[in-house]
């Protein structure tokens, strides 16, 4: 089955700075890659997603870029503020309809007013 | 964007109990809902895909007779957790696509389970 990489686990940034995350998926047939930020206690809320047939999307501060010869996807935030701070886990599936998930492990990112 | 409901929202119960955990769609018709456990600080761990008017199906190493799924509506799925013991102790999150639209999935508010 699907198995999805991401790093890193824990990540810093003074807040303004940018951060990224990377994200591996083993899956050729994948074709849908969602990112989710999670609050503490908090339901996941998509903040971005992308499919198979495009190489960047951009909402704002957020990015995602996917290269599917390498098989990563990378989720990239702007101007960070302590607002960002939460765990964002990766995603992949094969869409059809099911979009059954697999998750990344989530990085916790900590953005210092 | 459409809504997913859960309840409860938090749980307690004495271990060798049942507790029964629903997730609805309030908006939207669901097909196919998902159920994930969470531990703390750890990723979302897809246990079972909920289908409507058929049979869960359910991720290698998860006990089907210990988490029993039902669908019996396009807006309903529940989660029994059946003789619950301390290591059941998780957070539980449902998830339902609006298979109208994007097929963007939706999360319920998760369902905090302890069981003493």
């Known amino acids: 089955g699907e198995n999805v990489e991401q790093h890193p686990s824990t990540l810093s940034v003074q807040e303004g700075d940018s951060a990224v995350i990377k994200c591996t998926y083993s899956?050729?047939?994948?074709?849908?890659f969602p990112w989710y930020k999670q609050e503490l206690g908090k339901r996941p809320q998509l903040i971005i997603d992308?499919?198979?047939?495009?190489g960047e999307k951009k909402d704002q501060r957020i990015a995602v870029t996917l290269n599917k010869t390498a098989k990563h996807f990378s989720l990239h935030i702007t101007e960070t503020q302590p607002e960002d701070s939460a765990v964002y886990f990766c995603?992949?599936?094969?869409?059809?309809?099911?979009?059954?998930?697999?998750f990344g492990k989530g990085t916790k990112l900590s953005v210092i007013p | 964007g459409a809504v997913v409901s859960q309840h409860p929202s938090r749980v307690i119960c004495k271990s060798g109990t049942s507790v029964k955990i629903e997730c609805r769609s309030l908006?939207?018709?669901?097909?196919?809902m998902f159920w994930y456990r969470q531990f703390p600080k750890k990723s979302l761990m897809l246990m079972a895909t909920s289908n409507e008017g058929s049979k869960a199906t359910y991720e290698q190493g998860v006990e089907k007779d210990k988490f029993l799924i039902n669908h019996a509506s396009l807006t309903l799925s529940t989660l029994t957790v059946t003789s619950a013991h301390p290591e059941d102790s998780s957070f539980y999150i449902c998830s339902a696509s609006d298979s109208g639209s994007t097929g963007e999935l939706f999360f319920g508010e998760g369902s905090r389970l302890t069981v003493l």
């Open positions: 992308i499919r198979s047939n495009v």
């Open positions: 908006d939207f018709q669901a097909t196919t």
């Open positions: 899956d050729s047939a994948s074709n849908y």
């Open positions: 995603a992949a599936s094969k869409g059809a309809g099911s979009y059954q998930l697999t």
